[in-house]
């Protein structure tokens, strides 16, 4: 047997896992902060053109600090979902097994 009823219980936990939500949340948020920050940056900067300006705010520490915790939480993000896709999959050849079982019950 692929997938055994007891494990089921950890499928279950993990389908019912409400930490992925807040990680997608957060990741959203990073993410959409991300233009923000680089505003405020370039709005500090003395450069006389927008391209120079922005140049300038992407070399600062505090965007390329904000761009790491923005991949740190991608990363949390795409590990939940791939745990969830996994624990779903493995719901789907759990309930596979069990309707071949049942077939092959009502065979004999």
Known sequence: ??????DMHDV?????????AAHRAAHEYLDALT??????????SDAKSATEREQWARAQTRFKEHL????????ADYTARQRYA?????MEVWRTQNANNRAAERVR
């Open 1 to 6: 047997m692929l997938v055994s009823d007891d």
């Open 12 to 20: 279950l936990a993990a389908l019912g896992d409400e930490s992925g």
């Open 35 to 44: 233009k923000t920050v680089l505003a405020e940056l370039m709005g500090e």
């Open 68 to 75: 790491a915790k923005v991949g740190a939480q991608a990363k």
């Open 86 to 90: 996994a624990a779903n999959a493995k």
